[in-house]
Structure formats: C-alpha cells, structure tokens
C-alpha cells in the first residue's frame, strides 16, 4: 500500500470505535455464523390487531405479479421461480428484496404473499437474507403482513409455520447484531428485536424484549434533543420514525408486553423526529435532500405525519423552530421564500457513510418550487455516480482550490474531515431572519470560510467571505431541473412558474451555466443546469436572489 492511501485508511480507522474494531475483527477472523433456530416451544402471536392500520409501502416499490419487480428504480424479471440469490442489481437492491416491504403492496393477491414468503423459508436456508440488517427490515415487513387482516391467504398452520420462521429470523438477529457498522443498521437491530419480543409469545420473546435498554440507550444517543436522526440524512430519518411509529402501534394493543416506561421514550422520541422532518420539508411537501436522501425509498412526510396523528402522538411538535441545534440546520421562511440552510461535521464520526462534502449549502424555495437543490443519491456502487453525488461541487456551497471539503474514498468512507461550526441562527419577528456558519476544509484548514444567510420577504442575501483568500474558489448553484438561468448584466434571471426570480452576481466571479446529473431517487439520473461561478483571491462576496 503506497503511503497516501495507507494515510487515508488512518484518518478514516481513527474515529471508529472499539466495538466496531472488535467486530470488524471478529467478522474478518472467524466463520461466518449460520442462521439459529429459536429454542422452546413454537411461538405463537402475541398481538391480534394494531391499533391503527400499518400505511402502505412506499412508493419507490412496483409489483406486477410474482415475475416483475421494481425496486429502487430497477426493475428484475425472474421468469418461473424468484431467486433469491439474485446479485446482478447490485446489495442494495438485494437488500431490499429480502427486506420484504414489497410483499405487502397491492399488487399482490393474499395467495401470492403466502407464496414469497413460503418461498423464502423454504429456498433461501443462508445468505444475503440472513445478514443482520435485512432481518431487521423483514421482521417489520412479516410482522404488518401477520397482523393484516387479509393481506395472507392460507390456514392456522401455514401462520404457525411462518410466525416460527420468524422466531428463527430474531434469534439469529440476536445473536449477531451490527457493532461492526453501529449507526442506523445497529438501531435498526433493537428496534427489530424489541417489536418482535411484542409481537411473539415465545421461549426467547422475553430476551427480545431485553432489548428494550440498549434500544432506548441508542435513541438517547441517535435522536438528540433537536429530533434529527444523527446521519442527518432525512430518507433514513424517516424511514427510522416508520417502524418507531409501528413499534408504537404495536405496543399499544391490549395483550402487548412492553414496560411503560419504554413507551413513554418511544413516543417522546418519536414526536421529536416528526418535528425534526417537518423541519427538513419544502412547501411542495417533499424532504430535503440532504446527504443520501431520495425520494420515493421512505414514506412522505404526510403519510407518517398522518399516522403519527393517528397514533394520538403531538405531531405539532416543534412547529416554528429555526435551528436544528444540535444538528447543524436552519429553516428560514419569509415572503415567497423558503430556505433550508446544513452547515455541520459529517455524521456520526465513527460512521459518516451517507455523509456528502455538504457544509455550509442550502436548498431554497419559491413559493412551492424548489429553485437551488440538493443533488440526492442514485445509487451506493462506488463509480463516477457515486462519486458525483458527494462531490462538493454537486451541492450549492465552495469548492475551495480544488480540494473537496473531506476525504471521500470508496462508497462510503470518509478519512480526512472538515472544520465546522455549527450556525447561529437570529429569527426575525417579522420573518425570516438571518443565519451564519464557518467551515474550513480538510485539505485547505488555512481557509476559512464564512458564510451568512440574511433572508427577509423581499429576498435572499449570501454573503460569503474568507479570512485567507484562497488561490482559487468554485461557487456552485445547483437548480431544479427545468430551471435555466439566461445570464445577463451582471446577473442570472430564472423562470420559476409564472414568476421571475432574478440572482445578482457579485462581480468577481466569471460565470457560467453548465449542466450535471441530478439524483431524485434511486436508479434516476436527470440533467439539470447548475449556475457556477469561478475566481481567485477572493475577500468577500454578495449574492442576492429577488423577485421581479
């Protein structure tokens, strides 16, 4: 190994900690562990009904029969027999085939869902579905599909059959859960553990339910006061609050076995995290896209805000925050405008793997059109796309003399990171108000850059300046697609709806409109135009966007 990538490698090893050492090791060293069997007697439901009925799945799932599936913006035709073993559309899509969410869409016939789930147990003994994460996902999925009245064909004993299969599925969830990974794969194994001990009455559901500790004790650490899952990715942060508010539901029936006082944090953290997503939505009711976010992979905020409503949970919330304290996010709304300001450190440090060179960027907008954008994810094979999707250029903030903001490597790595303070927001009475951050980049930490947000009802102000000024700077705004900037005059005019948006340029910057991929959902890949402006030596600059 030459010495910059065993560098790299150091930077990166230097913020795990030593539960993921010790299972990284473990895992490298020692054979793979075969799935369990769940001991004692066959288990049997626990729970007859949710109190509330389970949303549907999301959008991003097609089905058209047992022969065509669409995941993720990819779609697989199987023929006779579905394989399970299928790897040509790459892990993440094989993941969500075992995940199971697609068997509950309406696509399928109750005699059909029986059918897959038959098929799983039956021809798929070891493998990509028996991996920690995708039993974690799957034990909601089977779960909603038991309790469904009617969403499954067939009699008492092919429900038994399926209830002990997933006995088996949680015991071996248990006895492997992700301390390699942490983060949201390692949540998302207490959250499965706990709801399946609620779920089943059996020899070990007590030892699931022991689970109730360390899953409360991962909250308390992944979902600060702010709400805001800490990946700061807002399709994870929603699809997290999913099965929160399903283990709530569940919990809340009758025969349900969960202590009182678990529930009370679940529901406390779970009002915080709706906050926290309304937070993060546009006016046209969709998220931001933030670091790996898409849309279509989670529930719109409408969906989980109504069954959260449901739930009887206070989904008001937070309503009117500013500033994501704790998180590094500013929300500023005044007139016709809508800004949405992350200025924060990627996230978690021991496990930044849906973290983009994002500091100090912004999504805006206009009434309830989004004018600058994030660029989203398409998908997590390391490659130009990937690459593309992280890259600082790709979000509406500095690239600093040609040096992206942290150390990206492989798909989801991060070695060196940057400098950054999180922002101090000042509302306005009248609205809007004003936000400012600072950050330094990992590979240029002599430049600081400071960037301040001055929005009122007449319009947006940036003002960006820098304590060193650096040989050469990148400014770059991202547009929605079907936005194009004509350039003119010492500014860029924008058509957006029957409105006229027009961006003053500050002189020092010679501009161009150039034209990059644009990331909605997995598998879509759009075009769309970016406005950049380029310069050298540079102390301070004003940009101004208004209406005309």
């Given at each position: ?15 795990m ?45 097609d089905?058209?029969?047992?022969d ?5 913006g990819q ?56 991996a920690p ?15 469904d ?35 949201n794969?390692?949540l ?74 678990t ?26 896209l ?40 500013a ?47 398409t ?10 999707a992280r ?48 950050c ?21 102000v ?43 340029l ?31 030596d ?11």
């Amino acid at each position: 190994m030459t010495p910059q990538p065993f560098l790299r490698l150091l930077r990166t090893l230097w913020y795990m900690r030593p539960s993921q050492w010790t299972g990284k090791l473990r895992r490298s060293l020692l054979p793979a562990r075969g799935p369990r069997r769940a001991g004692g007697a066959p288990p049997q439901l626990a729970v007859s009904a949710p109190p509330v009925p389970f949303p549907p799945p999301p959008a991003h799932i097609d089905v058209h029969g047992l022969d065509r599936l669409g995941l993720i913006g990819q779609e697989v035709s199987w023929g006779s027999a579905i394989d399970w073993d299928h790897s040509d559309a790459g892990p993440l899509w094989a993941y969500h085939l075992h995940q199971f969410d697609w068997v509950r869409h309406a696509g399928l016939t109750p005699a059909e869902r029986l059918q897959v789930m038959e098929s799983w147990y039956r021809n798929h003994p070891k493998g990509v579905g028996w991996a920690p994460f995708p039993i974690s996902l799957r034990s909601f999925a089977w779960g909603k599909l038991l309790l469904d009245e009617g969403a499954l064909a067939g009699d008492a004993a092919a429900r038994t059959t399926l209830v002990g299969s997933l006995a088996d599925q949680l015991a071996t969830l248990a006895a492997d859960p992700e301390t390699h990974l942490l983060a949201n794969h390692y949540l998302w194994n207490q959250l499965a553990l706990v709801f399946g001990g609620v779920l089943l009455d059996g020899s070990e559901s007590e030892i699931w339910r022991g689970a109730q500790a360390a899953l409360c004790a991962e909250l308390a650490e992944q979902v600060p006061a702010d709400g805001l899952h800490y990946e700061r990715c807002t399709s994870y942060h929603a699809l997290l609050l999913e099965n929160l508010l399903d283990l709530i539901n569940v919990a809340r029936a009758p025969e349900a076995r969960l202590r009182t006082d678990t529930l009370d944090y679940l529901i406390a953290t779970a009002e915080r995290m709706l906050g926290a997503l309304r937070f993060l939505t546009h006016p046209d009711g969709e998220i931001a896209l933030f670091g790996d976010s898409a849309f279509g992979v989670a529930q719109r905020p409408e969906i989980l805000l109504a069954y959260a409503e449901a739930l009887g949970l206070d989904t008001k919330a937070g309503s009117g925050a500013v500033h994501l304290c704790e998180s590094g996010f500013a929300r500023l709304e005044a007139g016709p405008f809508t800004l949405l300001v992350t200025a924060s450190l990627p996230s978690p440090s021991h496990q930044p793997g849906h973290a983009h060179c994002d500091a100090l960027s912004f999504e805006l907008s206009f009434g309830s059109e989004r004018v600058v954008t994030d660029t989203g994810v398409t998908e997590y094979v390391p490659g130009p796309l990937r690459e593309a999707a992280r890259a600082t250029t790709s979000h509406a903030t500095v690239e600093i003399e040609g040096e992206e903001q942290a150390e990206l490597w492989a798909a989801h790595r991060i070695g060196g990171r940057p400098d950054v303070a999180l922002p101090s927001v000042i509302p306005s009475p009248e609205g809007g108000g004003a936000a400012e951050a600072v950050c330094a980049g990992w590979a240029t930490p002599e430049v600081l850059h400071r960037r301040r947000f001055e929005l009122d009802g007449s319009g947006l102000v940036i003002i960006d300046s820098f304590d060193r000024p650096p040989r050469e700077a990148c400014f770059s705004f991202p547009l929605a697609p079907g936005l194009e900037p004509k350039l003119e005059d010492g500014a860029a005019t924008v058509a957006v709806g029957s409105a006229l948006l027009r961006i003053e340029l500050p002189p020092e910057l010679e501009y161009s409109v150039e034209r990059a991929p644009y990331f909605p959902a997995f598998g879509a890949v759009v075009e769309r135009a970016v406005l950049r402006g380029r310069g050298r030596d540079l102390r301070e600059l004003v940009f101004t966007f208004r209406p005309l």
